[in-house]
Structures are given as structure tokens and as C-alpha cells.
């Protein structure tokens, strides 16, 4: 079994900064891509960025230039730094995992979501 905890959310005025922390511990061979989404009410939940093993990165484009996506290995944890926040980005930001089990097969797990809230 696999467990990935969030943290780092809350509130923050417009223009400030945030930066959301996700944590993955259990029975994980290695992470393939680590990825952070977003769903405000009301909405679907999207993709707002990515970073493969090899340390390739995407961006949704409403994000670009302002999050930047990052990790560390040795921890199991992928980080989003927010710059520049602004009240449509609130939402809750869950972080997902493509990984591979040591029993090797592969398999995909979600955060339990963290509250992000821009507003003055």
C-alpha cells in the first residue's frame, strides 16, 4: 500500500505565495511522474502540473511563469511552489503519483487534498 500526505495549504492574499508539500510513503519501487490537480467547486479537477522521473515539466497554462513544480527524491516528495496567487486559483490541490509497487506492478495514488484560498 501506498499513502501520499499533503500540507502546506491555506490562505494567502492575492499576489502572495504558498508552497503545497506531498509526501509518499509504503510499498513504492519507484515514481514514475508526480503530478499536482486542482478542483474548485463547481468544476472538474485538472492538471495543473507534472514532472516525470526523468525531470521533464508541464504546465497548465493559467499557471505558467507563477508555480513551478519540484522535488525531492530521497523523501518520496514533490513540492509546488505558488507565486503570485491569485482568487482563481483557489481550490483544493490534490497531488497524484504514477508509481511502481515493489511487487511491480504499477499503479496510481491520490492525496487526501489541501485547501488553497486566495482572497483579500
Known amino acids: 500500500q501506498v ?3 499533503e500540507s ?9 505565495s504558498l508552497r503545497l508539500s506531498c509526501a509518499a510513503s509504503g510499498s513504492i519501487r519507484s515514481i514514475n511522474v508526480m503530478e499536482w490537480h486542482r478542483q474548485a467547486p463547481g468544476n472538474q479537477r485538472e492538471l495543473v502540473a507534472a514532472l516525470t522521473r526523468g525531470g521533464s515539466t ?11 513544480i519540484s522535488r525531492d527524491n530521497a523523501k518520496n516528495t514533490v513540492y509546488l511552489q505558488m507565486n503570485s496567487l491569485k482568487p482563481e486559483d483557489t ?15 504499477p499503479s496510481a495514488y491520490w492525496g487526501q487534498g489541501t485547501q488553497v484560498t486566495v482572497s483579500s
Open 8 to 16: 502546506g495549504g491555506g490562505l494567502v492574499q492575492p499576489g502572495g
Open 3 to 5: 499513502q501520499l500526505v
Open 58 to 68: 508541464n504546465y497548465v497554462d493559467s499557471v505558467k511563469g507563477r508555480f513551478t
Open 91 to 105: 481550490a483544493v490541490y490534490y497531488c497524484h503519483f504514477w508509481v511502481v509497487t515493489t511487487t511491480g506492478f
